[in-house]
């Protein structure tokens, strides 16, 4: 269950305008040749809907778990993993509408396939993925996407991907395609575990080195690389192994477009008086370059500190307070400003109680010079 | 008394300029200890439950301890892989993993990734 409420505060006194309840309900059977599922739901807002919100057959093989089959409602799926934008992400397809029927079966040191056939309103979209979470030096995933005819997204999309453990390196890979031409190819490499001396105790520093190269015709609704570019570049990466301190420097260089060359820099530390520090620095080629940092000062039940992020010629500064008076409950006070001539001033109260499965959330905001609020709600009962 | 106030100082800038040590280095630990709830929520979990077939949080889905030292504490039993994951503060904000230097994205926002069996 979800209710929420959102409004001004007008004359000392708030006015909703905008109130969503969503009720729903779901059933659930399992055995162990399948499983049966239904959420309904009612949702009542400006307009007032109720019905089937998803539901979910799906049998196995008797005795043997190795092959099944699924039918199901506004499942959820589409989702290529790239080695750190996705090359799909969820989302892509929206679950409005969505049927999707599939085979699944798993087997061999884990490998699982699944061809499944997601029914769209305007499209049928056919998935094929194979994957191995460890083959003893590897781990190889394949995924293809088929049949998208919406404007502005790729007609199909096939990805290999995979990790593996060469003893002292481990390059992870993925080589992808998003359509048909010889330029709508894409390769990621990223090679890990080139381990250098730390410079201090209580952790680990790698040299990562990485590489990407798209062609022009390319393209990653995930965002997981950039279409006609090569880029080189590498991180120096501080993995902490029991303290509270870690810190990585990146850089990369496009070769086809000098001027989109970025580096990025960051550091974080809780230290023993409870105090944390973070700071993040990021330049993209020609453009201004964005930071920020941070101090926060936590024991026991309270904090307090404060905030600066810079982003191009701007800088804005906030003041950080919270406390937790019982267990469960919190509060959240941030206040922040421009420096400079139009401080632009904004001041967020956000409390939130949470005991088990029942959760409340009241903010209360003062910005461009009104005082708005939102209250949520939301519970889920077994 | 001259003395005492660098003294004092001495110390608070030792004690605030070293790391905090964190004993357990398996299970994924996040400091703030003026939180209402946190949860960890990732790949594995179907972002407690916000790409799960019914779209709804879960209040419960990934709910981390807090001990006495202020850190909230999970130790997901995941098999080998990589995992995308963040802390879900308060049933509101998500916040990155500020002490993994691996990142990635979900759904436009920068989280964390986890490799088991690294």
Redesign the interface.
């Known amino acids: 269950m979800?209710a929420f409420g959102s409004g001004v505060v007008d004359d000392g006194s708030p006015h909703a305008d905008s109130l969503l309840a969503?009720l729903?309900a779901?059933l659930a059977l399992t055995s162990e040749y399948g499983e049966a599922s239904a959420?309904l739901f009612a949702s009542a807002g400006d307009t007032s809907v109720s019905g089937l919100?998803?539901?979910?057959l799906s049998v196995r093989w008797p005795g043997t778990p190795w092959i099944g089959c699924y039918a199901?409602v506004?499942?959820?799926g589409l989702f290529a993993?790239g080695l750190?934008?996705?090359l799909v992400?969820?989302?892509w397809i929206g679950?409005d509408s969505l049927f999707t029927i599939g085979l699944t079966s798993d087997g061999f040191l884990?490998t699982r396939l699944e061809l499944a056939e997601y029914v769209l309103p305007s499209d049928t979209v056919e998935v094929f993925s194979v994957g191995s979470?460890?083959l003893g030096f590897c781990?190889v995933d394949y995924w293809s996407c088929s049949g998208i005819d919406s404007a502005g997204l790729p007609s199909s999309v096939r990805s290999l991907s995979g990790?593996m453990d060469l003893r002292f390196v481990?390059p992870w890979f993925v080589l992808a395609s998003t359509g048909e031409g010889s330029d709508s190819g894409a390769v990621l490499v990223e090679l890990?575990g080139l381990r250098l001396p730390s410079p201090s105790p209580?952790g680990r520093l790698l040299l990562v080195p990485r590489a990407s190269f798209a062609g022009s015709a390319a393209e990653a609704p995930?965002?997981a690389f950039q279409p006609g570019r090569r880029i080189v570049g590498g991180?120096l990466?501080?993995?902490?192994?029991?303290?509270?301190?870690?810190?990585?420097v990146y850089g990369e260089y496009s070769i086809d477009d000098p001027g989109s060359s970025r580096g990025s820099g960051?550091f974080?530390?809780?230290?023993?008086?409870?105090?944390?520090y973070?700071v993040r620095v990021d330049s993209v080629g020609q453009g201004e370059p964005a930071s920020m940092l941070r101090i926060v000062y936590?024991?026991?039940?309270?904090?307090c500190g404060g905030e600066a992020s810079v982003d191009g010629d701007s800088l804005r500064v906030a003041g950080l307070a919270?406390?937790?008076p019982l267990?469960?409950?919190?509060a959240?006070l941030r206040i922040s400003a421009d420096a400079d001539d139009s401080p632009d001033p904004s001041a967020e109260l956000?409390t939130?109680?949470?005991m088990?499965?029942?959760?409340g959330?009241l903010r209360l905001a003062r910005e461009d010079g009104e005082t708005v609020f939102s209250i949520?709600a939301?519970?889920?009962l077994r | 008394m001259r003395y005492l106030l660098p003294a004092m100082l001495l110390l608070?800038s030792c004690?605030?300029?070293?790391?905090?040590?964190?004993?357990d280095?398996v299970a994924i630990r996040f400091?703030?200890?003026?939180?209402?709830?946190v949860q960890l929520v990732g790949d594995w979990n179907?972002w407690g439950?916000l790409?799960?077939?019914?779209?709804?949080?879960?209040?419960?889905a990934g709910a981390m301890v807090?001990g006495e030292d202020?850190f909230w504490t999970a130790s997901p039993d995941l098999?080998?892989?990589?995992y995308r994951y963040a802390f879900l503060v308060?049933?509101?904000r998500l916040v990155r993993d500020?002490?993994?230097?691996?990142?990635?994205?979900?759904?436009?926002q920068t989280v964390s990734?986890r490799?088991i069996?690294?």
Do not use: K
């Open positions: 979800t969503d729903s779901s959420t919100r998803s539901g979910l199901g506004s499942r959820p993993p750190y934008e996705p992400d969820h989302g679950p884990g979470p460890w781990a990790a481990q890990r209580g995930g965002g991180a990466d501080f993995v902490p192994e029991g303290r509270a301190l870690g810190w990585s960051s974080f530390m809780i230290s023993q008086a409870g105090i944390e973070a936590r024991r026991s039940s309270a904090s919270g406390y937790s267990r469960g409950v919190s959240l956000e939130s109680a949470c088990g499965p029942v959760q959330i949520t939301r519970a889920v | 608070l004690s605030a300029l070293t790391p905090a040590v964190m004993p280095g400091y703030m200890p003026e939180a209402a709830s179907d439950g790409t799960a077939a019914g779209g709804m949080l879960d209040p419960e807090l202020g098999p080998r892989g990589r308060d049933g509101r500020e002490l993994n230097p691996l990142t990635a994205t979900w759904d436009g990734l490799v069996g690294d």
